[in-house]
């Protein structure tokens, strides 16, 4: 496979910003003649004429276009890391590379990227997958952080943190039933049908054991591992729901879902998971420390 030249590349650059030979060989301190056969080698080499004379102009091909393209998004990415690693601000558009379980609350996903949602010089990339993969690919700096309802196991050969951005009461939610009495947990699960998260979920283990002490055995009507998902079966179906209360803040501020009980003896733990980099990402660090000095948890674990 043939190997790019990067000077023939930057003096390719140059020429079609300038549009000018003699403009970009004054610019680069070199005579027209040697950055023409900079040019001419650059063209042998990606097999395409780079350029059309028009007159005097120097007008791009479609191979020369092509390879502007890319040129500017090389040079540009050149600049942003010198400034990066000299600890200058970038004062091009930033990208923030998000990695989020599937599984996790989309309103908790939201409160912690929303100070960039709104930011016109902000790209954000989210994505979503298992917390093996996410893990995986915030190892190979593929990602910024992953956002997470467990903190990640830490060795020597993978060091991860886990900042604990918050804490939610976990509770039974349904429809509103003013005409019966007020929920009784967990005696009330004999008869009352029940929509749960998965077994893959730390809250649903800590409900089943208080289940099993108390020797009620519930009616379960499903057991969904996608909170957007169970948040939707609980505006739709009867019975009660075991969910964390972001996931169904507005439709507790609307009326649409009351909460029946609150189970103090569970919470939902919401994680940022980052790994120690030499030149961590401006953007997270700010978003991090912003959103723990505000919030009620301020621990990186």
């Not at 599937?102 to 949602?117: D, W």
């Not at 952080?145 to 951005?165: E, G």
């Not at 103090?264 to 912003?290: C, D, H």
């Amino acid at each position: 496979m043939k190997s790019l030249n990067f000077n023939h590349l930057r003096y390719f650059w140059a020429v079609a910003h300038e549009g000018s030979l003699t403009r970009a060989a004054e610019r680069l301190n070199l005579s027209q003649s040697a950055l023409s056969v900079q040019i001419q080698k650059l063209e042998h080499q990606m097999g395409h004429p780079l350029f059309d004379r028009v007159g005097r102009r120097l007008v791009l091909t479609e191979a020369g276009r092509i390879s502007l393209d890319y040129a500017d998004t090389v040079f540009k990415a050149g600049d942003e890391l010198m400034s990066t690693l000299e600890g200058r601000p970038v004062a091009s558009r930033q990208v923030l590379r998000v990695g989020a379980l599937t599984t996790l609350s989309r309103n908790f996903q939201l409160e912690f990227l929303r100070p960039l949602v709104v930011r016109t010089d902000v790209e954000l990339i989210v994505r979503s997958g298992t917390m093996r993969d996410l893990l995986a690919q915030l190892e190979a700096h593929a990602i910024d952080v992953v956002l997470a309802n467990s903190a990640a196991q830490r060795d020597a050969r993978a060091p991860f943190r886990n900042h604990l951005l918050n804490q939610q009461p976990v509770s039974l939610v349904g429809r509103p039933r003013p005409e019966r009495p007020a929920f009784c947990f967990p005696e009330d699960l004999r008869v009352e049908p029940v929509l749960l998260p998965s077994l893959d979920s730390d809250i649903r283990v800590a409900f089943d054991r208080l289940l099993d002490l108390a020797g009620v055995r519930p009616i379960i009507l499903a057991e969904v591992d996608d909170m957007a998902m169970l948040r939707l079966f609980a505006r739709e179906r009867a019975g009660v729901t075991l969910v964390p209360q972001i996931v169904v803040r507005d439709e507790l501020d609307s009326g649409v879902l009351v909460e029946h009980c609150r189970i103090a003896e569970l919470t939902e733990s919401f994680f940022a998971i980052v790994q120690n980099r030499k030149f961590p990402n401006q953007l997270l660090a700010g978003l991090l420390e912003g959103y723990l000095k505000s919030g009620p948890a301020n621990a990186g674990l």
